[in-house]
């Protein structure tokens, strides 16, 4: 099978490459810090392709060089703002926060899937990944419901050739506060890679359009 991951030169990009990668996938890594994405290619024997999944003309300038059948693309945010405590923020400090947040999670997804969404072959997979639990009313939560909607649409779109279209999002475990049912719970990271690897399996056919969350076990109304 043939995976993209876009976000390659972040941790978490890392993480679902080897996820793949062990799961005996092909993987190609997108992502815009050459040196980062090189290394990490590299040590999971990956290609990889610079390129600015948020911004138009870098995609176009690299889709020649994406593969030309996928069987999958997950799509993995690679923010940029680090901005602080968000108590403290200016106004344009705010409006780069949720810019920030906008590009790195929903434009880079739908820009990546409108360049090479007709690379996927028929039965494939588009996942796209949410790392963080929001609060309510922040950028990131505003960001999240922007994103499962946009999934769910596009779970029409591609359905008419069997292609699961899905969003893999931290839960609510992942707050500080929660333990886990266990000792030693996997890393949020991982559990993402397992779930994202699962829904590209014949298993997991039946699921499209969802939002699926990662928690540690933690029940839906843990606060």
Request: hydrophobic share 40%; with cysteine; net charge negative.
């Amino acid at each position: 099978m043939d995976v993209l991951v876009t976000g390659g030169d972040t941790e978490l990009g890392r993480a679902v490459a080897e996820g793949f990668s062990e799961a005996g996938h092909k993987v190609t890594l997108a992502g815009m810090r050459g040196p980062e994405l090189e290394i990490a290619a590299k040590e999971l024997d990956a290609n990889a392709v610079v390129c600015d999944t948020s911004d138009p003309a870098s995609l176009q300038q690299a889709r020649s060089l994406f593969p030309h059948h996928l069987d999958t693309i997950v799509n993995v945010p690679a923010p940029r703002w680090q901005g602080g405590d968000p108590r403290a923020y200016t106004l344009a400090d705010q409006a780069s926060a949720w810019r920030s947040a906008l590009d790195a999670t929903v434009l880079s997804a739908v820009l990546t899937v409108a360049t090479v969404g007709d690379h996927l072959r028929s039965g494939g997979s588009i996942i796209s990944v949410m790392p963080e639990n929001p609060r309510d009313g922040g950028a990131d939560a505003a960001i999240k419901a922007a994103l499962s909607n946009w999934t769910t649409g596009q779970a029409t779109t591609f359905g008419t050739r069997g292609i699961t279209v899905n969003v893999v999002a931290s839960g609510a475990g992942t707050r500080p506060g929660y333990d886990g049912l266990t000792s030693t719970p996997p890393t949020v990271s991982a559990e993402i890679a397992r779930l994202a690897v699962f829904l590209t399996t014949p298993s997991a056919r039946h699921i499209t359009g969802q939002t699926l969350h990662v928690s540690h076990g933690a029940l839906a109304q843990f606060a």
